[in-house]
């Protein structure tokens, strides 16, 4: 169910949202935090809404989506809410507020905030350089940003993304990530386990993928956070992460995973190549993962560190 206010304030939208309750039966009970979401536009707003609600299934929340590029027009907000089959298992509230209603986003989204739960900031399509200086990011204790979601096919973008990673890192509070970082979590698990059962000394790693993306630059900056060993780049033309070279004293192990595959190939001199689970990660996989956390991730601080000095 979908109910549209037009020319409203936060306060009643917050009023409708409990009558909506009583009314239907919806009930607040369960759920974990208040999810707010900065969509930059309204094809982000609907993309969001979508990855939030899958989300939902294991983190019931309220969600907040804040259309943070209003349409032109006299000050004022227009506000939805959506419950039952159009919300997941959580309430969403869409926020498109206009001229100077848009500037206060923590004013703006306070009154619609759970009581006694945290709060979780996302932004989506456009990155902020500070997100802990950002008006929402002062009252989240976890803020989560995913550069990718703002690349575009436009070569500046590219160059924008690597600009946004290394402000990120220049400016980082705990309590920051990006889905970057958990778009390699299957990645960081097979390298981890790979070096674990080797016995010979690390001596390089060579990574292929995307130099435009910050996964590849973050599995680099955690390799060398963890092991302290070069890394060299190699550029895929591909949109994810494709080979990963561990040289030891010993010889090689490749792992490889074409990038039509969700498997992985673990190829070393002399033995039989072994094939592992290794698919590529969708945004609500992502922020699934990254939601299960509310304290710092301090190896991501240091991944990310590493990351921005190699730059």
Known sequence: MII????????AVASRLVTVR????????GRVLTLIVLAHGPEKVEEAIEVTNAASREHPSRVIVVNTRPPAGADGLDAEIRVGGDAGASEVVVLHPRGAAAVDQ?????PLLLPDTPIVAFWFGRTPHRPAAEPVGRMAQRRITDIISGITDDPATSREARLSLALLGANYSPGDTDLSWARITLWRSLIAALLEIEDSPLESIDVEGAQDRPSMHLLAGWITSRVGVPVRFHDSGGIHITRVDLTFASGRVRISRPLDSAAATISRAGRPDQRMNLPPRTTTDCLMEEL???DADEVYADALQHAVAAL
């Open 292 to 294: 299960r956390r509310l």
């Open 4 to 11: 549209r206010l037009e020319d409203t304030t936060s306060a």
């Open 106 to 110: 923590d004013t703006l989204v306070t």
């Open 22 to 29: 009583e009314e239907g039966g919806v009930v607040a009970l």
